[in-house]
């Protein structure tokens, strides 16, 4: 059985975040069995664009900083990063709050600007920030959105940010239109089990329904889920939205037998999956994975353009 911790959390005041991450933390054995002192931990939070928390488009700041005080508070040493696709990572955290969060407990906000090329246990070849290959522990600080290629975006989705972001846009333009999304979804697996990080959080407390991940409507859930099986945490939030059919991502793990997918083999603790259903949740207008080369083009100006702005 694979175990992820679903808690109630109905509000993003900060105590109450923090009492509902100690019970996860607490459900798999405390911080100390994830973190050991000294060690240098890449906070991954989900930094899309330069929108307020209240957009739901970003990891919320208040669960940041309750994970950055259990990290600290374990002797690690934190550091956030993440490569958005519109802005740099500054940029975005100082809009979200995150930059203030960062600044009051010491941590430091890096720009993923160091690309290395890996090759996975699949045989793929990808190129990856060398700052997240080189950190000692990798925290999954994932948002629960939904997506207009995808589905939704989850943990495994999150993970796409360590890919440096002139590079995102080839693999949209390599793998988007295979097999209805499932390759471009493997590539992200392929990731996934690359970087392994040693836990994952879905920030649902509100999440984003509709047309996400940027224009999509927040919606409350006031669910935190936990986990170290990032796909099974991705198995939970298509239960949440009772989604009737598998999303891409979920289709390529079931093939490719990485991470847990079978409901019946997920032990959840906390709160049943049941207490937080939204069968309501609104799913986005779908569109392709595809990136035609003139849009692969666009999205390299934009981030030039933007790294200007604050070079």
């Known amino acids: 059985m694979t175990k992820i911790y679903a808690g109630r959390c109905n509000s993003y005041q900060l105590q109450e975040v923090r009492t509902v991450l100690q019970a996860a933390l607490v459900a798999f054995g405390g911080i100390s069995t994830l973190i050991q002192p000294g060690e240098r931990v890449l906070l991954k939070p989900n930094l899309l664009i330069r ?26 040493r934190p550091f956030i990063g993440d490569s958005p696709a519109f802005g740099t990572t ?14 009051r407990h010491g941590v430091e906000i890096v720009e993923f600007e160091r690309p290395r090329r890996i ?12 700052k997240a290959l080189e950190a000692d522990k990798i925290i999954n600080l994932s948002k629960f959105k939904s997506h207009q290629q995808l ?31 499932t390759h471009f979804a493997q590539m992200l697996l392929d990731i996934s089990a690359h970087l392994a990080p040693v836990w994952t959080l879905v920030d649902g407390i509100i999440a984003m329904e509709g047309n996400g991940p940027r224009n999509g409507t927040p919606r409350p859930l006031n669910l935190l889920l936990a986990g170290t099986d990032g796909v099974a945490l991705e198995r939970a939030m298509s239960e949440v939205i009772k989604l009737p059919f598998e999303t891409p991502l979920l289709r390529a793990a079931r ?12 032990e959840v603790v906390g709160e049943p999956l049941a207490a937080f259903v939204k069968d309501d949740f609104k799913l986005p207008e779908m569109q ?3 990136f035609s080369p003139n849009r692969v083009a666009l999205s390299y100006l ?7 702005r604050t070079g």
Request: with cysteine.
């Open 119 to 130: 090759r996975t246990s699949s045989g793929r070849y990808l190129t990856l920030e060398a």
């Open 51 to 76: 929108n307020t928390a209240e957009r739901a488009s970003t990891t919320h700041p208040a669960v940041m900083e309750a994970v950055i005080e259990q990290v600290l508070a374990a002797g690690g």
């Open 302 to 308: 934009k981030g030039l353009l933007a790294k200007r």
């Open 288 to 290: 392709p994975i595809f």
């Open 255 to 266: 093939e490719s037998g990485f991470g847990q997918v079978d409901l019946a083999q997920i």
């Open 90 to 103: 500054q940029q975005v955290a100082e809009t979200c709050g995150i930059a203030e969060v960062a600044r």
């Open 151 to 181: 589905l939704l975006s989850g943990p495994v989705k999150n993970l796409f940010g360590c890919v440096n972001g002139k590079r995102k846009p080839l693999w949209h333009l390599r793998l988007g239109d295979r097999n209805e999304g």
